[in-house]
C-alpha cells in the first residue's frame, strides 16, 4: 500500500532544486520518505506550506506587529518596543499568541456552549477551503475553470460564522456588532462582486491561470482603476479594517461579536478578519497585479511564482494597513449610504468600463 | 426666520488632492517619524542645572547653622547629632516639596541640587533620612542624553553622553564663625564650656560675685560645642566680618 500511496505523492510532487540534495537524502529513510512525499505532494504542499498553512501564520505574525507600529511611527508613537528589543520588537505578535494560549478560556453561563466553543474553530474551514482554489503559480491545490466564482462565495461564507459567533455569545455587546455586520455584508459583498465581475469580464474568463497569462504585459489595475478602487475599499470594509472597523469598535462595542471571547478562542478569532484579509490580498493581486508573474528564479523551481505571489500579497497588505492611520473612522449610516450609493454606482461604471475594453 | 444650512459643496478635485495630501503625509512619516518620544530609562532629558530633585549632603561642609531646618517651610528637616555632638540636618522626604530653600539658605553650599527624580522608597519609615551624606547609590541605564529643541518645528537632538546628575555649585567662601558671649549676665559659672572646648579658647575668672567669660577669637574654631553645651544660651556662634 505504501507503494501505492509513494506513487500518488511522487507522481505530482513539487520540483524546489534549492533543497533537492536535502530530500534526496530524507528519501532514503523508511516512513520517512512518505511524509517528505505526502509534504511535497502538489495540493498538499499548496494548502500546508505556500500559500497556506505557513504562509499565513508568517502574514499573521507579522501583519499584526506591522499594523501597530506602522500606525504609532505615523502617530508619533514607538509601537511594540520591549520584546526583542533588538529587532524592533519583531516577536511582539508571538508572546501575544503565547500569552493567549496560556489564558484561561472562560464560556460563560449565558453563552450557547457548543456553537460558542465550536464556531471559532471550524471558522478555518471558509478560510483553508478558498485556499484550495486559489493557485500559486506551479502550486495548486485544485484546478478548475470556476475557481474565481468558488473562492469568492467560500470567502463570503466567513461573515456567516461571525453572526453565528456573535448569536452564541448571547451579549448586549455581541448583540450589536452581529447586527451591524450583518448590515455592513449587504452593504459591501454587491459592489465587491460587480467589481471582480467587471475583471472578469475584461479577461473573459474565471480562471486564474488564464487571468494571469492575460496580465504579463499590462496589470489589471491599469486597464480597470475604478474596479480596483471599489474592490480596494470594499476589501476594508469586509475585513474590518479601519476607518471601517463597524462590527469590533472596540471603542464602542468592545470587539462586537467576540466580545465574550477569551484565552486561544480569542486569538482563534482576531486572526480572522486578517486570514480573510490575507485570502482578499492573494485574490486582488491576482486579480489587479499581475499574480505570479514575476522575474523567474531557476534555483527555486515551482516555489519561485508562489513567492512571487506571497511577496505581492505581503506588500498589497502591509500598505492598504496604512489607511489605519489616515483616515477617520466611519459610522455605520455612512457606510450603509455610501455602499449603497456611491461605491454601487462607481462599480457599475467599472463594469460599464469593462464592457467597454472587453468590445473594443 | 429659519436659516437652512446647506451641505458644504463637494468639489472632487479638492477631495482628492486632500485624500492625496493625507497619504503622502502619512507615507513620509511612516518612513522618517518626527517621534519626540524620549525612551526614559535607557535615554534621559537632559534638564537645567535649577532642576528641584533630590537634595545632596556633604558633612564635612555643613557648619551646623540650622538654617535649613529653621527656613524649611513643609518642616521637612530636623537636626540630629552624631557621635561627636555636631548636629546635621535629616530630611523626611515624606514631608519635603523639593522646593530648594534650604539649598539657597545653605551658606557653604553643604547641601546641593541634582536631577535625580527618579527614587524609590520602600515605605514611609526610610523616607525619612536620619543620616544623610555624600551621593546616594545612583543605577544608570541611560546611554544618551536627549534634548529638546523649541526652535521653528518641535525636535529632539539625542547625544550618546551620560550627564552627571549633580550639580556642581560654585563653592562659596567659608564663613569663619568663633563663640562669642551673648548674655553675660545668665552665666551660672558652671563652666562646662571650659572644659569642653578642644582648644582652651575660653577662659573664665570670678570677680567677686561676677563670673568674666571670654573667648580667644585667635584660638576659636568655631566648631560651637560651646554654644551647645552652654545649659543657659550664654554663647552664641558669630561670623567673623571683614575688618
Request: neutral net charge; proline residues 7%; contains cysteine.
Amino acid at each position: 500500500m505504501f507503494e501505492e500511496l509513494m506513487s500518488i505523492f511522487m507522481g505530482d510532487s513539487v520540483n524546489i532544486p534549492l533543497i533537492q540534495p536535502i530530500v534526496d537524502t530524507l528519501m532514503g529513510i523508511p516512513l520517512i520518505n512518505l511524509i517528505v512525499a505526502f509534504i511535497l505532494w502538489r495540493p498538499i504542499f499548496h494548502i500546508l506550506v505556500i500559500p497556506g498553512l505557513l504562509g499565513i501564520t508568517i502574514i499573521l505574525l507579522w501583519i499584526v506587529y506591522w499594523e501597530r507600529k506602522l500606525t504609532a511611527r505615523v502617530q508619533w508613537r514607538v509601537g511594540p518596543k520591549e520584546v526583542a528589543r533588538r529587532a524592533g520588537g519583531v516577536i511582539q505578535t508571538l508572546a501575544d499568541g503565547i500569552r493567549y494560549f496560556f489564558q484561561e478560556v472562560i464560556a460563560h453561563r449565558d453563552a450557547h456552549k457548543l456553537y460558542f466553543i465550536q464556531f471559532p474553530l471550524i471558522s478555518f474551514l471558509p478560510v483553508l477551503l478558498p485556499l484550495l482554489f486559489i493557485p500559486a503559480g506551479s502550486v495548486w491545490g485544485i484546478r478548475t475553470i470556476y475557481a474565481l466564482p468558488i473562492a469568492l462565495a467560500l470567502i463570503s461564507l466567513i461573515p456567516v460564522f461571525i453572526l453565528g459567533m456573535g448569536w452564541a455569545s448571547n451579549n448586549k455587546f455581541a448583540y450589536i456588532g452581529t447586527v451591524r455586520e450583518a448590515f455592513i455584508y449587504f452593504a459591501y459583498e454587491i459592489p465587491f462582486i460587480i467589481s471582480v465581475i467587471a475583471m472578469t469580464v475584461i479577461y473573459e474568463t474565471a480562471d486564474f491561470f488564464e487571468i494571469v497569462a492575460k496580465q504579463s504585459i499590462i496589470p489589471g489595475v491599469f486597464i480597470n482603476p475604478i474596479a480596483f478602487i471599489v474592490f480596494l475599499i470594499t476589501l476594508l470594509i469586509a475585513t474590518s479594517r479601519l476607518p471601517f472597523d463597524i462590527p469590533e469598535a472596540d471603542q464602542e462595542i468592545a470587539f462586537g461579536p467576540y466580545v465574550e471571547y477569551s484565552g486561544i478562542l480569542f486569538g482563534l478569532v482576531m486572526t480572522l478578519p486578517y486570514e480573510k484579509l490575507y485570502l482578499l490580498s492573494l485574490i486582488s493581486v491576482i486579480l489587479f497585479f499581475g499574480g505570479w508573474n514575476g522575474p523567474a528564479i531557476p534555483i527555486l523551481g515551482d516555489l519561485a511564482p508562489a513567492l512571487w505571489l506571497f511577496i505581492k500579497a505581503f506588500i498589497f497588505m502591509s500598505i492598504v494597513s496604512l489607511t489605519r492611520s489616515i483616515y477617520g473612522r466611519y459610522r455605520i449610516d455612512q457606510t450603509l449610504k455610501m455602499g449603497w450609493s456611491k461605491i454601487m454606482a462607481l462599480s457599475i461604471i467599472g463594469l460599464i468600463l469593462s464592457a467597454g475594453v472587453a468590445i473594443w | 426666520m429659519v436659516k437652512i444650512v446647506k451641505p458644504p459643496k463637494v468639489d472632487i478635485t479638492r477631495t482628492v488632492i486632500g485624500h492625496l495630501k493625507a497619504i503622502g503625509e502619512a507615507t513620509k512619516q511612516a518612513i522618517a517619524p518626527d517621534t519626540i518620544t524620549i525612551h526614559y530609562p535607557r535615554e534621559r532629558r537632559k534638564y537645567p542645572d535649577n532642576f528641584r530633585g533630590l537634595m545632596i549632603f556633604s558633612k564635612d561642609e555643613c557648619i551646623s547653622c540650622f538654617r535649613c531646618a529653621h527656613i524649611c517651610p513643609a518642616n521637612a528637616i530636623q537636626m540630629f547629632p552624631d557621635e561627636n555632638g555636631r548636629y546635621y540636618p535629616g530630611v523626611d522626604y515624606a514631608k519635603c516639596i523639593l522646593c530648594h530653600f534650604c539649598i539657597d539658605s545653605c551658606p557653604t553650599a553643604a547641601l546641593k541640587p541634582s536631577k535625580i527624580h527618579d527614587v524609590a522608597f520602600k515605605d514611609v519609615e526610610s523616607m525619612f533620612i536620619k543620616e544623610m551624606d555624600g551621593i546616594p547609590e545612583i543605577k544608570r541605564e541611560d546611554k544618551k542624553l536627549v534634548e529638546y529643541d523649541f526652535e521653528e518645528d518641535l525636535k529632539i537632538t539625542k547625544r550618546k553622553y551620560v550627564e552627571n546628575l549633580i550639580v556642581e555649585v560654585p563653592k562659596p567662601p567659608r564663613p569663619k564663625m568663633i563663640a562669642a558671649v551673648k548674655s553675660p549676665e545668665n552665666c551660672i559659672g558652671c563652666r562646662l564650656c571650659f572644659f569642653a572646648c578642644p582648644v582652651d579658647a575660653i577662659s573664665s575668672k570670678a570677680e567677686e560675685l561676677e563670673i568674666i567669660l571670654d573667648t580667644d577669637p585667635k584660638k576659636c574654631t568655631g566648631c560651637g560645642i560651646c554654644v551647645r553645651i552652654c545649659p543657659t544660651d550664654v554663647l552664641i556662634l558669630q561670623p567673623v566680618r571683614e575688618g
